[in-house]
Nanobody
Framework: VQLQASGGGLVQAGGSLRISCEAS????????MNWYRQIPGKQRELVAG???????NYAASVKGRFIISRENTKKTVYLQMNNLKPEDTAVYHC????????????WGQGTQVTVSS
């Protein structure tokens, strides 16, 4: 399984950006998908998650600004980020995990999001 994240970049505060993560293999539709972010020197933080059934959860710091969604036919999870703030600057990583006759937990490489003030 490989997770390929894309869509990061530089954006001004108040702007929007959508990042994507495409998975390979056959586990996507039965997996929970999550976006984490990491700032140098700080612990990795769960930003948003979406279950295989579509239930979502968000960190308090992004609730109301970020939207996570998934498209099973494309094996892709998205994170729409609106009203971005400089403190959202981080490397964003996607994670795929689940349990079905065994457990799995995969990570993709990160994509850099930089928000300028």
């Amino acid at each position: 399984v490989q997770l390929q994240a894309s869509g990061g970049g530089l954006v001004q505060a108040g702007g929007s950006l959508r990042i994507s993560c495409e998975a390979s293999g056959s586990l996507f539709s039965v997996s929970s998908m999550n976006w984490y972010r990491q700032i140098p020197g700080k612990q990795r933080e769960l930003v948003a998650g979406i279950s295989s059934s579509g239930s979502t959860n968000y960190a308090a710091s992004v609730k109301g600004r970020f939207i996570i969604s998934r498209e099973n036919t494309k094996k892709t999870v998205y994170l729409q980020m609106n009203n971005l703030k400089p403190e959202d600057t981080a490397v964003y990583h996607c994670n795929m995990n689940g349990r079905l006759r065994g457990q799995w937990d995969y990570w993709g490489q990160g994509t850099q999001v930089t928000v300028s003030s």
